[in-house]
């Protein structure tokens, strides 16, 4: 049985940091690509960051250079580091793992699996 459990959610002030985690089980961590996603009310999931199964790294242009994504495949660990954080980057955030097909776009919540019960993130101004 496939599990993704995120942890490490919180409410800072702006410009304080965060560091989610999210363990995988049931499957093989290796061979799934892995993805952050969020969501906050009223708004469509969106994409964050990716590591992908040749441990490439994608940002979205909202995060890039203030979230880093990364992962310890010995302990099927996905992690994002949130830094510089902002009253918009208040939602609930997902971990999610995924095996691409062709035309898959890293960044769209279908070209996924399986998916966590996510964390909430609120940063305060």
């Known amino acids: 049985q496939v599990q993704l459990v995120e942890s490490g959610g919180g409410s800072v002030q702006a410009g304080g940091s965060l560091r989610l985690s999210c363990a995988a089980s049931?499957?093989?961590?290796?061979?799934?690509?892995m993805g952050w996603f969020r969501q906050a009310p009223g708004k469509e999931r969106e994409g964050v960051a990716l590591?992908?199964?040749?441990?490439?790294?994608y940002y979205s242009d909202s995060v890039k250079g203030r979230f880093a994504i990364s992962q310890d495949n010995a302990k099927n660990t996905l992690y994002l580091q949130m830094n510089s954080l902002k009253p918009e980057d208040t939602a609930m955030y997902y971990c999610?793992?995924?095996?691409?097909?062709?035309?898959?776009?890293?960044?769209?919540?279908?070209?996924?699996?399986?998916w966590g019960q996510g964390t909430q993130v609120t940063v305060s101004s």
């Open positions: 999610a793992a995924g095996r691409f097909t062709l035309g898959s776009s890293w960044y769209n919540p279908r070209s996924y699996n399986y």
């Open positions: 049931g499957y093989t961590y290796s061979t799934y690509n």
């Open positions: 590591i992908n199964t040749f441990s490439e790294k």
